[in-house]
C-alpha cells in the first residue's frame, strides 16, 4: 500500500508539464519545465506490536530528497543517504534525526526506540527501530512532527497494528499528536 502511494506521488507530476520563461530567459529542458519530484510532502510510519517477541516494530518512510534537504539544514554537513562516504555517520544522522521528532508513550509511559538502521526503498528511505519489553498495549500515544521545519505543507500519515487491528491516522503540520486504543 505504500509503496503504491509513493509511486503515485512521484509520477502524478508528469501529467502536468509547462513551459517556464522568466524575463526573456527561458529555464526550459527539452522546452518543458523541470518536473518536481512530487506534489505532496509526506512521511508514513507504521508501528506494529510483535505479541511473540514483546517488541514494537517501527519503520518511518521519508522522501529522499525531502530528508536529505532537513539533514542538510539541521546538520550542516555533508548528507547522502544514497550513496554515503560514511555509513555509519549517516545512521548516526537519521537515527537522531527521527528520535527527535518521533516519540511513543506505550499505555502512559514513554519508551525509548532503538535504531536498527535504513534503507532506500523507491524513493524514499525508510528507517527501522524497535521497542522492547512490549508484553502489551492497549493504547499508543504518538508524537510525530517528522520534516516539519521543512515544508509548512507537511502530512504525517500514522498506521498502529496491535493485535492484527489496524487504525490509521493523518497528521497536517503542525498537528503533531494522535492515539490509539485497542
Known amino acids: 500500500m505504500v509503496s503504491i502511494l509513493f509511486k503515485w506521488l512521484v ?26 519530484l512530487h506534489p505532496i510532502y509526506m512521511s508514513v510510519t507504521e508501528i506494529e506490536h510483535n505479541t511473540k517477541d514483546r517488541t514494537l516494530e517501527i519503520s518511518c518512510k521519508i522522501f529522499t530528497d525531502d530528508f536529505e534537504k532537513t539533514l542538510r ?51 524514499g528511505i525508510t528507517s527501522y527501530y524497535q521497542v522492547n519489553n512490549v508484553p502489551s498495549v492497549k493504547r499508543i500515544e504518538i508524537t510525530d512532527n517528522l520534516l516539519y521545519e521543512y515544508k509548512d505543507q507537511q502530512i504525517s500519515l500514522l498506521h498502529v497494528i496491535v ?14 499528536k494522535a492515539e490509539f486504543e485497542w
Open 73 to 123: 539544514k539541521i546538520y550542516s554537513g555533508y548528507v547522502d543517504l544514497i550513496h554515503p562516504k560514511d555509513k555509519t555517520a549517516m545512521n548516526k544522522l537519521v537515527s537522531e534525526y527521527v528520535q527527535k521528532h518521533l516519540h511513543l508513550k506505550v499505555d502512559g509511559r514513554p519508551v525509548g526506540m532503538e535504531f536498527i538502521g535504513y534503507e532506500q526503498q523507491e524513493e
Open 163 to 176: 493485535n492484527g487491528n489496524r487504525k490509521s491516522t493523518r497528521l497536517v503540520n503542525p498537528e503533531e
Open 11 to 36: 509520477l502524478l507530476p508528469a501529467l502536468y508539464v509547462q513551459e517556464v520563461s522568466d524575463a526573456g530567459n527561458s529555464f526550459t529542458h527539452k522546452g518543458k519545465a523541470p518536473l518536481a
